[in-house]
């Protein structure tokens, strides 16, 4: 893996799964439970589970752990911070939507976003520092790609939604992959933290929707998983040549082999995946548009969700009008395909879909190799 951080010049192509990430290992939620367990050789192996619990069932920062001793703690706090340092917060909705901008160690920033609905709560999550895929309606998009995000630094924003929900009572019932970035471009650190919020973090794996603008290997591989997670595909046009137009991958992966990795998703996992429809005004919402869309869920068994477009600098279009969304709707069903009209949340804090795009002043930091045990000469149980 690299471990610096630089831009890659990638518009409208994916980066590899190997492209620039942050130093692995910043993040206490970044090494997995094996990595912990060489980390912490030499001490008892009930420190190993108390460390765990402490990260994934409390949401505690290691110093925060008080069954650990404070010699451990320390020690582990040396080589291990959490990575995700907040730059701004903002709310809207009546507090019911929070939206986080994080500034990462090495200078990117994130953004993440909260919703509430009656004591249960939603987290949108970021997967990437920017994204390569250069939808043009979206503001993460025309802002460029910078990396992928590690493990810990995906998982870092599950655990400030969690412990935000709790303040005010509430319960983080779901997670969805729908922030910055292309989740399936970083497809094995979002797997791998796709397994432990099931695993160890409690939340539901159809709970989880992992949202994909279409590329197709990963939506395959996702089927055979064995989880039942949900896959969202980002659709937005039903037609090749209009949809290359808004989502430039689509000219790699057209829209005959997207239903055909919908058709394999339903077979393999028993769950249909869902058409992310953004309304774009005189774009993608004519009849036309109705009629070719709801042919292609039909074929891929998949149900629409109708996203009122959200304004972001740089696009020129506006999104439709409630009362033609309406329209487009019943056309849909009338014509025999299965559609929702999502609400609109944090649109004036730039929380809704689309609008993410964190900036913040960059600073740089390094890594390095550590182990964490006991120093050489020491048995470990130190309280
Ligand atoms: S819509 Fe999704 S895939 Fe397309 S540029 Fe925006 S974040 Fe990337």
């Not at 290691?62 to 001793?69: D, G, K, Q, V, Y």
């Not at 009572?169 to 989740?183: C, T």
Request: glycine share 8%.
């Amino acid at each position: 893996m690299t471990e610096n951080s630089t831009s890659l010049e990638l518009q409208g192509d994916i980066p590899p799964e190997d492209s620039p990430s942050a130093p692995p290992g910043s993040s206490p939620w970044t090494p997995s439970l094996e990595e912990w367990q060489t980390l912490l050789d030499g001490e008892p192996s009930y420190r190993l589970d108390q460390l765990w619990r402490g990260l994934y069932s409390e949401q505690l920062e290691p110093n925060e752990i008080s069954t650990l001793p404070k010699g451990l703690r320390q020690r582990i706090g040396e080589h291990f911070k959490p990575s995700l340092d907040l730059a701004t917060k903002q709310s809207a909705d009546d507090g019911k939507t929070i939206k986080w901008l994080w500034a990462l160690p090495d200078g990117s920033s994130i953004e993440t976003v909260l919703m509430h609905y009656n004591r249960r709560s939603t987290v949108c999550v970021s997967s990437q520092a920017g994204c390569a895929m250069a939808c043009g309606f979206c503001a993460t998009g025309q802002a460029g790609y910078e990396r992928h995000l590690t493990v810990g630094e995906i998982l870092e924003q599950v655990v400030s939604a969690q412990r935000q929900a709790a303040e005010i009572d509430s319960r983080l019932s779901n997670v969805v992959f729908m922030g910055m970035g292309e989740p399936m471009a970083n497809y094995d650190r979002v797997l791998e933290s796709v397994r432990r919020l099931i695993t160890d973090m409690g939340i539901g794996a159809r709970k989880i929707t992992v949202s994909t603008v279409g590329l197709a290997p990963q939506m395959r591989r996702l089927a055979g998983e064995g989880l039942q997670v949900g896959l969202a595909l980002s659709l937005h046009a039903a037609n090749d040549d209009l949809r290359t137009e808004l989502v430039p991958v689509n000219k790699r992966h057209p829209i005959d082999e997207l239903i055909d990795c919908c058709q394999q998703f339903r077979r393999t996992t028993g769950r249909r995946v869902s058409l992310e429809w953004a309304m774009i005004d005189g774009v993608n919402d004519r009849d036309s548009d109705a009629d070719e869309l709801a042919s292609v869920a039909r074929r891929a068994h998949a149900h629409i969700n109708l996203i009122p477009l959200n304004p972001t600098p740089g696009w020129p279009t506006v999104g439709t009008p409630p009362d033609r969304i309406d329209a487009f709707a019943r056309r849909l069903t009338d014509r025999g395909a299965n559609a929702t009209i999502r609400a609109n949340r944090g649109t004036d804090i730039d929380a809704a879909c689309g609008q993410l795009a964190g900036s913040v002043a960059k600073h740089k930091t390094g890594a390095q190799a550590v182990t964490l045990g006991p120093s050489p000469g020491t048995k470990g149980g130190r309280t």
